[in-house]
């Protein structure tokens, strides 16, 4: 199993870029999202790799970041989505987006992306909400580092509190995973848990 490449990249496009290494040019179709932190062609780059091999077909999907690699092999996981689909969710949205969309059940949103319809999104949040942390889909979607640390202490507490109040951890994440989809104003702890407790 190939886990990264590392190499020059020798040219680049929104739907694939190749890495050159050890004299071999390896061509790996990536997201929108890889495509924007890619390098210039000629410097060296690193991607993550998902390998898949069919009995008429092999690709090779290259990724910026492990995190994105792990929700693109868990969307395949889901029957009736393969690798292009999958590919083109993780384009069509930013992996904090995503993340909090399947943690909080919102298959509107990941419907509302081109080329997944209306059922592929009901399938994707029914096998995948019990796999995608909310509280980390919910630090994922924070800008910056500092930011995304400050953001996830507050909304942990806010799930301990509502645990403190009889919720199970699960059910008090998915609560918090709730409020913040419906309520991006809620910036603080007690915000957060007066509108869980409300819904």
Do not use: C, W
């Not at 390098?39 to 910026?64: I, N, S």
């Amino acid at each position: 199993m190939i886990a990264y490449i590392r190499g020059i990249l020798a040219e680049k496009s929104p739907g694939f870029a190749i890495l050159e290494a050890g004299g071999v040019g390896y061509e790996l179709a990536i997201p929108a999202s890889t495509y924007d932190r890619l390098p210039k062609t000629g410097e060296e780059a690193k991607l993550y790799a998902f390998h898949v091999v069919r009995e008429d077909d092999e690709a090779l999907f290259g990724f910026a970041t492990q995190a994105e690699r792990q929700l693109f092999a868990k969307l395949t996981l889901v029957s009736g989505v393969g690798p292009k689909i999958a590919l083109a969710i993780l384009s069509g949205a930013s992996l904090g987006e995503l993340s909090l969309a399947i943690a909080s059940a919102d298959a509107r949103r990941l419907a509302a992306i081109k080329g997944v319809g209306k059922k592929t999104a009901e399938k994707i949040v029914i096998e995948l909400k019990d796999k995608i942390n909310a509280i980390e889909a919910l630090a994922l979607s924070s800008a910056g580092a500092s930011g995304a640390q400050r953001e996830q202490a507050f909304l942990l507490d806010a799930r301990k509190a509502l645990s403190a109040l009889g919720f199970s951890d699960e059910v008090a994440s998915k609560m918090v995973a709730k409020v913040v989809a419906a309520h991006p104003e809620a910036a603080d702890t007690e915000a957060v848990v007066r509108l869980a407790l409300k819904r």
